[in-house]
T-cell receptor
Framework: GNSVTQMEGPVTLSEEAFLTINCTYT??????LFWYVQYPGEGLQLLLK?????DKGSNKGFEATYRKETTSFHLEKGSVQVSDSAVYFC?????????FGAGTTVTVRA | ETGVTQSPTHLIKTRGQQVTLRCSSQ?????VSWYQQALGQGPQFIFQ???????GRGNFPPRFSGLQFPNYSSELNVNALELDDSALYLC????????????????FGPGTRLTVT
């Protein structure tokens, strides 16, 4: 079956620091890959996506590249802000349902 | 464009009771999926509805059931509530699987926080 493993948190950073959250996956075929973000007390928001190998998804300064050879989809941002404090989920789908990682809590300090 | 909406926001029930949660899909989306998110964990897929029929189901017992209506809105029903059912229940809408090959993104509502005492 499908599975997603992402870096355990929590991660605490200072404003303007570089953020990386590792994500690796196991799936048959060619899944679509996603990063979702969940702010306190809210549902999940789609942050970015990639649907085929070597695609780069990007949004709000965040980027992730679909690496089929390493089955990875690591999330990066060059300069984080306090407003980026949230829980980040890596997810995939190739059969109508989303499979999620456990989430990584990121706290950015001013 | 209207996003995914869910009601109620919060709910407290007693063990053994039944509960119904409601979801309205984003405009233009006719597929609805439900997920359970326990505290500190990632969401777990419960089931998906397309054209008013269940299109797939995760590893949840039959006391979790659902409906989809002609206007694409959906309900999640849980019977004989257990303490472990306490969680955030998320509804997500998407384009139909036949158009995305089952690989399309899903858009989530704010969730319903269910507490079972």
């Amino acid at each position: 079956g499908n599975s997603v493993t992402q870096m355990e948190g929590p991660v605490t950073l200072s404003e303007e620091a570089f953020l990386t959250i590792n994500c690796t996956y196991t799936a048959t075929g060619y899944p679509s890959l996603f990063w979702y973000v969940q702010y306190p007390g809210e549902g999940l928001q789609l942050l970015l996506k990639a649907t085929k190998a070597d695609d780069k998804g990007s949004n709000k300064g965040f980027e992730a590249t679909y690496r089929k050879e390493t089955t990875s989809f690591h999330l990066e941002k060059g300069s984080v802000q306090v407003s980026d404090s949230a829980v980040y989920f890596c997810a995939l789908t190739n059969d109508y349902k989303l499979s999620f990682g456990a989430g990584t809590t990121v706290t950015v300090r001013a | 464009e209207t996003g995914v909406t869910q009601s109620p926001t919060h709910l407290i029930k007693t063990r053994g009771q039944q509960v119904t949660l409601r979801c309205s899909s984003q405009s233009g989306h006719n597929t609805v999926s439900w997920y359970q998110q326990a505290l500190g964990q990632g969401p777990q897929f419960i089931f998906q509805y397309y054209r008013e029929e269940e299109n797939g189901r995760g590893n949840f017992p039959p006391r979790f059931s659902g409906l989809q209506f002609p206007n694409y809105s959906s309900e999640l029903n849980v019977n004989a509530l257990e303490l472990d059912d306490s969680a955030l229940y998320l509804c997500a809408s998407s384009l139909p699987p036949v158009r995305t090959g089952g690989r399309g993104e899903q858009y989530f509502g704010p969730g319903t926080r269910l507490t079972v005492t």
